[in-house]
């Protein structure tokens, strides 16, 4: 079983960048089996799809929102993922998820919300206009 922690959150004004990182750990787990994502939830909305990244990094895929100011990145020997954010906006405010899923296509990128099967606890990305 894995376990993700999200850090990196914070308050930041519009056009400023944040560095969200996201740690795996557990006890029996291989990190480079998990497809990763990013997601996110704003006060009375959905959770919605941000970023995700392939089991080898080689694919990703992003929300439209995010393209040209979101980077998804992974480091499969320190189990860690990121999500670098630049530009950003007043509507990017809310609670960022990191999620991971077994996956056995090493190139697949998972977008979608309902086949993740583990998730963090989120960290709260505040930006001010």
């Known amino acids: 079983q894995v376990q993700l922690v999200e850090f990196g959150g914070g308050l930041v004004q519009a056009g400023g960048s944040l560095r969200l990182s996201c740690a795996a750990s557990?006890?029996?787990?291989?990190?480079?089996?998990?497809?990763m994502g990013w997601f996110r939830q704003a006060p009375g909305k959905e959770r919605e799809f941000v970023a995700a990244?392939?089991?080898?990094?080689?694919?990703?895929d992003y929300t439209e929102s995010a393209k040209g100011r979101f980077t998804i990145s992974r480091d499969n020997a320190e189990n860690m993922v990121y999500l670098e954010m630049n530009s950003l906006k007043p509507e990017d405010t809310a609670v960022y998820y990191c999620?991971?899923?077994?996956?056995?296509?090493?190139?697949?990128?998972?977008?979608?919300?309902?086949?993740?099967?583990?998730w963090g606890q989120g960290t709260q990305v505040t930006v001010s206009s």
């Open positions: 990244i392939s089991r080898s990094g080689s694919n990703r």
């Open positions: 999620a991971a899923r077994n996956e056995p296509t090493i190139s697949y990128v998972e977008t979608r919300v309902h086949n993740y099967a583990t």
């Open positions: 557990g006890r029996t787990f291989n990190f480079n089996y998990l497809a």
